[in-house]
Structure formats: C-alpha cells, structure tokens
C-alpha cells in the first residue's frame, strides 16, 4: 500500500524560463470598454438665450463692459452689434441696459472702445423709435453732456458724432433737453473769462458774464476746424429746437406788470354755416344764451409742455440772454476767420463756416416762444449790434470766392476734415451766391426801424443789398429754388419796412422779370404767384404798377394753363376773386376781354377745372362791370350741356351763387333773348339742386326764393323754361326729376296764372312723359304728376288719354 503525500499549506510553484507566468488567485481584472456620448443639440442650446459666434450671450458680453481692458470691451461692443443684429429682438428686451452700457461708453478713454460704442447707438437707434426710447433719454443726455465737457479733447470730437447720431434720429427728444445742452456748446468753444472788477467786466463786451474764444494746442485739428466741427452742430441742434416747437394756438395777453390776463384764442368761422344772420356766433367763452363759465386756469396742466419748450428758451427776455453771450462769440469767430483772407475774396473753409455763422443768427431769433415776438427781438437786435454788423458783415459785401491751386494736404490732415463735415450734412463747399443771401436775410431783418428813425439811415448799407439782389435777378444767374425763395423774402421785407416807391417799383421789377421767363418749373412759377399774391392781398400794396400789370396779365396766363396745373390755376383764381372784389380796374376790364375764353363751353376753364376753381369762376360772374351777349351766349350753352352742373351742384349750394342770377335781373334795360336763354337755364339748374338739399331747410328757401322771384318777374322766362324741357332728349332716370320740379311750380301760388298761360306746352311734356313711361304699371311719380296736373289746372285740361 502506497503512502499518500502530505500537501503543505504554503506551496513555492516554480518559475520556467520562457513559460507565462501563472496568474495568481487574487487577481482584479482591470480590463473594461468604452463608448463615446455624443450630445450635439444639448451643446448648441444656451440658457441664457442666442449667442455669438463665440459662444457668448447678451448677458456675458454686457457684463464684459465692466472689464479693465478696452479690447474686451471693444470685443463686447462688437459681439453686441453681432448679436442684435442676427436677433433684432432682443434690442426691445434689453433695451434699459444697452442704452445706459452704451452710453457709459461715450467718455471712456480709448478711442476704439468709443467708436465701437458709436456704431452700435448708430445701429440701436436705427432699430427703436423715439417712442421706446423717451423714458431712458435724459440718461443719453447726461452721458453727451459729460462727453461734451469732458477735459480730454479727443472725447469731446467723439461726442459730436454721438450728437450727428441723436439729431439724426431722435431731434425731438434732444431738442427737449436745450436747456441742458445750449451752455455745453458755448463751452467746447470758449471759456468764461474771471471776474476781475469793473474794468475786466467792461473790456468783456457784450457778452454775458465774459465768454470769450478758446483755443486747444492738443487737438489733431485747427481752430478754425474745431469751431466749424461745433458750429455746424449748434445750427442742426437750433433747427430741431425751432421745428419741434409746438404751433400757437392762442395768444396770452400781459398787463402792463407783466401778469398774464387770459388767453385770446383765434375764432374760426364758416359762414355757409350761418347765412342770412340765423343763428348766433358765440365770439367770447362765457357769451350767449347758455354761458359756460369754465375758467383756463389749471392747477397742473393736462399734458406735459410740448417738445422744445423748456425753461431755458421760454421767453424773450432768456432768448435775449442766451443771445448776449452768442452774438459775440460769433461776431470773434467771423472776424478771426475774416483776417485770414484777402477782403471780399474768401476761401472754402472761411466761407462754410461763415455761412454757419450767418444761419445760427437766423434760427435765434426764431428761438421766441411766439412768433409776434420776433420783431421784438429783431428790435433789440438792431439797437444793441446793427453798428457790428455793419462794420463786419457789410464791409466787404458781396463776398467772392479765391481761386488759389488746392496744396496736397496730409492724410491726416484730410482725414481730419472730413471728420469736421461728417454726418453735419453739409457740403464741404459753399457757393458765394448762398452765403451772400443769407448774409441779407439776415440784414434785412434789422430794418424794421422804431418810431422817430429816419429811413434814411440805413441807406449806406441797405442800398448794397438792394444792388445785389437786383443783379441776381435780372442777370439771368442760374437760381436754385431755396435761393430764389430766400432772394423774395428779402425783397418782400425790403419792399414793406421800404416805403420808397421807387426803389419798391425796381425791386419788384426786378422779380417780374424772372416771373417773365419761360423755362421756369412749376413750383419756382408758383413761388413767384405766391410772392406776388401776397404783397397784393396782405400788404395791399395797390398803387405799385408792376402789380397792377401782373393783375392784368393773369387772366391770360390762367387760359393759357388750362387744365395742367390745378394748383397752380386755384392760385391764380384766389388772387383774381380778391382783386375783383377790390373792384380793380385793369384786371376786371382783362377778365371782360377774356371772359369768353374763360367760360367756353367746350375748352374754357370753366369745364376743364376741378370744381371748387369752377365756383370761383361762377362766382367772378358778379363782380364783372358788363354781361355781353358773347358771355352769356357761352355761360348758356354750358349749363345746357351740363359742363357744370354734376360737379358743381354738390358744392355750389352757397346763396353767393344766387347773385350772379340777382345780378342780371337788375339790368335796367330790357332783357334780350340770350339773356332770357341763360337766365332760363340758370333756374333750371337751380329747381335740380333744390331737390338735392334735403337736410338743409335754409338753403332750399334761399334757392326757391331766387327762382320764384326771376321766373314771377319775367312772364317769358317760364315759357322758355317749359320749352328747353325736351323729354326725348332725356333719359328714364331724370324723368322723376323733371316730374318733382313740374310739381313745384304747378303748386306755388304765384306761378299758377303763368302755368295757366302755358297749358299747351305743359301738357305736351306730360304726354310725352306719358307716352314713354306707359305700361301696365304707372310709376308713383307719374301718378302724383297728374294729380297735380288735374288740381291745379282742371278748367284747361285736355284728353290726355
């Protein structure tokens, strides 16, 4: 028997070369798989919402704002514009914290971070109305007013461009915040000179408080650059300040403590709306039967004050205040810009920023809170810097321009004027013709002169301007529309504050002769009527004969026109009836002489023009001294073809037509047969127009009134009436018509006789009316028709069937 082995516990296994090694008992096994998560649409979402090409939202691009260094806020300001352009509603959802991140940016210290800041209020403006963008203004401009008045020069260059931005887009809203920013331009051109006593106060001149001129040695550009850079913006910041002021809708009379009594609030009236005295006109506020005596005062009042009203520029005595510390400072500017160029001959650049000069001076004076307040202030003007203005402005008038070759300038230098003109809109050159008629726009408002001053005064520097604007004239000078209308504004207050009638009559002449030409456009022709019209109907200048000749020539021109320019012919037409009316000799005999071709039937005015010209022309009719039979022959055969009538029943209810019918009736003389024919046409036209005025009981009456008083005076006027009814020459749907008026005048008491005497042919159209309206069904019309027909002529009736 084989005796086993004993088996240790602990058992040394041996090692062969080249065999694997055993693996021990113990062993982890380390060895595992893996496979990749892939989650694209996750990665792409961003719960802070859409994100730029890096990856960044509005909210971490608004906080980079805040960092240290200006390229990460340039990037953020970049990434921002990135964004919203790519999603334009977000502007609207963070529009609070744009606009005051952006306009933080205005006096940061580096210049990429500002004009980046620039672009994107340029492209957030372009996407917000002002409407969404009132509530965070006054931020905006507390941020432009720090930047205008920043200590660093290129700061305050950038903030102009904030401003071209603002004036661009949001002039309303700027124009509101004046009284903020009216102190910031002085400033960025002056400074405000120390009090040093009397003496010092007395060598500041005019100016308020001693403001005088500054200059800059830091910035990249001249002094005369930097000053046209703020000039050209403080005359677009004084326009939107002068177009968004509110209209005047009633004036404030003052006592003599300056108290206000009331308001005078302009009335109104229509006189359609109250003819033959019916009906009262209530002229004062607590008048009439039933006062209602509610007073204007407000404790607050109901809307906020309109833009442009604020308390800086709200009356006379700030805008004169305002005045006295600019009228000087431009006065320095424009004889330092003066003595760098040889008398009347001026270069480019002195002449741009002198006509910004000139154009500032303008919209002061427009600057008063009511219009009639401007010749106070032109008043003023005149006593406190006429002496200045003559002795600069006038001193080498007319101005010219200096032809000297242009020297290649730097880049930088070129770089640095196109960044005085940029966004002004202003051309970088000005014609000597614009700068020397706004230099007389803004003279001839100082010629109004006050009680005890001679007109002969202003002789040595009036008679220069009257010169210059006569040669414009009539050399045949290619104008532009708005010189032309700024060349008649200085005439027009030339020949009114200039009672001379001869230098009057060469002025206007002077204008005739441009009015004469024949290569005008329509809108410079109508400017010339409309200067002409206004100094004959407003100023009523009547004794000048160069007016008295253009009067004389219009009816001429408005045949000429015809039908072409409607506009330019109801110009025409408003200037002829007021003339009539004025009982003008040479225009009533012009219209007599042209009156045929004015009332042709076939091509006069009378039919091609559009209907409220056609009631004026109806209207003219009254006021003509003769009514020839070649008149009335055409004024017949138009309200027989109906020219006129569809147009103008509608619209010539007025009792004022009824005249001309008021007027040929009381012609002394015995009526011939073609003013029986008109006259009889004429009624028959107004019994069609009775018919329509049903919801106006007065006007029927006037109308019925004048056809019962010609038809009752002349017996024969009925009979050519009742003959000119042709039924066959009619159509089904007047037949109702002509049936309403026979009933009219078979009831009315006074026309009975004369129908008596007429019952052949009365009953000769209403057989016809039978004849062609028969069948199985009669009409009601017709039936009431012969009703009347048998009451009102039952002893001469015939067999109508």
């Known amino acids: 028997m084989t005796k086993r082995k004993r088996q240790d516990d602990f058992q040394k296994v041996k090692l062969k070369v080249g065999k694997k090694k055993p693996t021990p008992d113990n062993a982890t096994n380390v060895s595992f798989r893996s496979k990749g998560i892939h989650l694209p649409e996750q990665l792409k979402r961003d719960a802070s919402?859409?994100?730029?090409?890096?990856?960044?939202?509005?909210?971490?691009?608004?906080?980079?704002?805040?960092?240290?260094?200006?390229?990460?806020?340039?990037?953020?300001?970049?990434?921002?514009?990135?964004?919203?352009?790519?999603?334009?509603?977000?502007?609207?959802?963070?529009?609070?914290?744009?606009?005051?991140?952006?306009?933080?940016?205005?006096?940061?210290?580096?210049?990429?971070?500002?004009?980046?800041?620039?672009?994107?209020?340029?492209?957030?403006?372009?996407?917000?109305?002002?409407?969404?963008?009132?509530?965070?203004?006054?931020?905006?401009?507390?941020?432009?007013?720090?930047?205008?008045?920043?200590?660093?020069?290129?700061?305050?260059?950038?903030?102009?461009?904030?401003?071209?931005?603002?004036?661009?887009?949001?002039?309303?809203?700027?124009?509101?915040?004046?009284?903020?920013?009216?102190?910031?331009?002085?400033?960025l051109i002056s400074r405000q000179r120390l009090s040093g006593g009397a003496k010092a106060n007395e060598k500041a001149g005019a100016g308020k408080a001693g403001w005088a001129l500054s200059v800059t040695p830091d910035r990249g550009v001249t002094a005369q650059q930097w000053r046209l850079t703020v000039l050209l913006r403080l005359s677009r910041f004084l326009q939107a300040v002068v177009e968004e002021r509110p209209e005047e809708e009633s004036v404030v009379s003052v006592d003599r403590e300056g108290r206000e009594k009331g308001i005078t609030t302009p009335l109104e009236l229509n006189w359609d709306d109250h003819p033959f005295g019916k009906g009262g006109i209530q002229v004062f506020e607590n008048s009439g039967a039933t006062p209602t005596p509610h007073s204007t005062y407000r404790l607050r009042p109901d809307v906020d004050k309109g833009v442009g009203v604020g308390e800086e520029l709200s009356s006379v005595e700030r805008v004169r205040g305002f005045a006295e510390t600019l009228v000087p400072l431009l006065l320095e500017v424009w004889v330092e810009t003066l003595g760098t160029d040889n008398g009347h001959l001026l270069s480019g650049d002195a002449m741009v920023l002198m006509l910004q000069i000139l154009t500032i001076l303008q919209l002061l004076r427009r600057l008063t809170p009511q219009h009639h307040q401007q010749e106070e202030l032109d008043i003023w003007l005149r006593n406190t810097y006429l002496s200045d203005f003559k002795l600069y402005f006038m001193k080498n008038f007319p101005y010219g321009q200096l032809d000297t070759p242009s020297p290649r300038h730097k880049k930088s230098s070129h770089r640095n004027r196109q960044q005085v003109l940029a966004g002004a809109g202003s051309a970088a050159s000005v014609e000597p013709l614009a700068l020397n008629v706004t230099l007389c726009q803004v003279m001839v408002t100082l010629s109004h002169r006050g009680p005890g001053q001679p007109e002969s005064q202003d002789a040595d520097w009036l008679g220069p301007i009257r010169s210059f604007v006569r040669e414009t004239l009539t050399t045949g000078s290619r104008l532009s529309s708005k010189q032309l209308g700024a060349l008649l504004e200085v005439v027009r207050r030339l020949v009114v504050s200039q009672r001379g009638r001869a230098v009057s009559e060469d002025l206007l002449q002077a204008v005739y002769t441009q009015y004469q030409q024949r290569n005008l456009t329509m809108p410079v022709r109508l400017m010339l009527l409309r200067f002409f019209s206004q100094l004959y109907l407003k100023e009523r200048l009547n004794r000048s004969k160069i007016l008295t000749r253009w009067l004389a020539a219009l009816p001429v021109q408005l045949v000429q026109l015809g039908?072409?320019?409607?506009?330019?012919?109801?110009?025409?037409?408003?200037?002829?009836?007021?003339?009539?009316?004025?009982?003008?000799?040479?225009?009533?005999?012009?219209?007599?002489?042209?009156?045929?071709?004015?009332?042709?039937?076939?091509?006069?005015?009378?039919?091609?023009?559009?209907?409220?010209?056609?009631?004026?022309?109806?209207?003219?009719?009254?006021?003509?001294?003769?009514?020839?039979?070649?008149?009335?022959?055409?004024?017949?055969?138009?309200?027989?073809?109906?020219?006129?009538?569809?147009?103008?029943?509608?619209?010539?209810?007025?009792?004022?037509?009824?005249?001309?019918?008021?007027?040929?009736?009381?012609?002394?003389?015995?009526?011939?047969?073609?003013?029986?024919?008109?006259?009889?046409?004429?009624?028959?036209?107004?019994?069609?127009?009775?018919?329509?005025?049903?919801?106006?009981?007065?006007?029927?009456?006037?109308?019925?009134?004048?056809?019962?008083?010609?038809?009752?005076?002349?017996?024969?006027?009925?009979?050519?009436?009742?003959?000119?009814?042709?039924?066959?020459?009619?159509?089904?749907?007047?037949?109702?018509?002509?049936?309403?008026?026979?009933?009219?005048?078979?009831?009315?008491?006074?026309?009975?006789?004369?129908?008596?005497?007429?019952?052949?042919?009365?009953?000769?159209?209403?057989?016809?009316?039978?004849?062609?309206?028969?069948?199985?069904?009669?009409?009601?019309?017709?039936?009431?028709?012969?009703?009347?027909?048998?009451?009102?002529?039952?002893?001469?009736?015939?067999?109508?069937?």
């Open 49 to 187: 919402g859409p994100t730029t090409h890096r990856q960044l939202g509005i909210k971490e691009l608004l906080s980079q704002l805040h960092h240290y260094s200006a390229s990460v806020k340039q990037g953020a300001l970049c990434g921002l514009r990135e964004l919203l352009t790519s999603h334009p509603a977000l502007v609207e959802q963070h529009l609070s914290a744009l606009l005051s991140e952006v306009a933080a940016a205005f006096t940061d210290k580096d210049g990429s971070v500002r004009s980046a800041a620039l672009r994107l209020l340029r492209f957030v403006a372009q996407c917000v109305p002002s409407e969404r963008v009132g509530p965070f203004f006054p931020l905006l401009s507390a941020h432009l007013t720090c930047a205008m008045t920043h200590i660093q020069a290129s700061i305050q260059a950038d903030a102009m461009l904030v401003l071209d931005v603002l004036l661009e887009h949001y002039p309303a809203l700027l124009a509101h915040r004046h009284a903020h920013l009216l102190t910031n331009f002085l400033e």
């Open 563 to 801: 039908s072409r320019n409607p506009q330019l012919s109801a110009q025409i037409l408003q200037t002829l009836q007021h003339a009539a009316a004025w009982k003008n000799k040479e225009l009533l005999n012009s219209l007599l002489t042209h009156a045929c071709s004015l009332y042709d039937p076939q091509e006069g005015c009378v039919v091609v023009l559009p209907v409220d010209s056609q009631q004026r022309l109806v209207q003219m009719l009254y006021f003509l001294p003769a009514c020839p039979p070649e008149l009335l022959s055409c004024l017949s055969r138009v309200c027989k073809h109906g020219a006129w009538c569809p147009g103008l029943a509608a619209r010539s209810s007025d009792h004022r037509n009824l005249r001309v019918v008021a007027r040929l009736l009381d012609l002394s003389f015995l009526p011939s047969d073609t003013l029986l024919h008109f006259l009889s046409d004429c009624c028959l036209s107004m019994l069609s127009l009775l018919l329509q005025l049903e919801h106006s009981a007065h006007k029927r009456e006037a109308v019925w009134g004048a056809c019962l008083a010609a038809l009752s005076s002349v017996p024969r006027l009925l009979r050519l009436l009742l003959q000119s009814l042709r039924v066959c020459d009619m159509c089904e749907e007047e037949f109702p018509q002509l049936a309403q008026i026979l009933s009219l005048l078979m009831q009315h008491t006074h026309l009975r006789n004369h129908m008596v005497t007429n019952a052949s042919l009365l009953q000769h159209i209403i057989q016809e009316l039978t004849r062609y309206c028969g069948g199985e069904s009669r009409e009601q019309w017709l039936t009431d028709l012969l009703y009347c027909y048998s009451v009102t002529l039952s002893g001469h009736r015939g067999n109508l069937y």
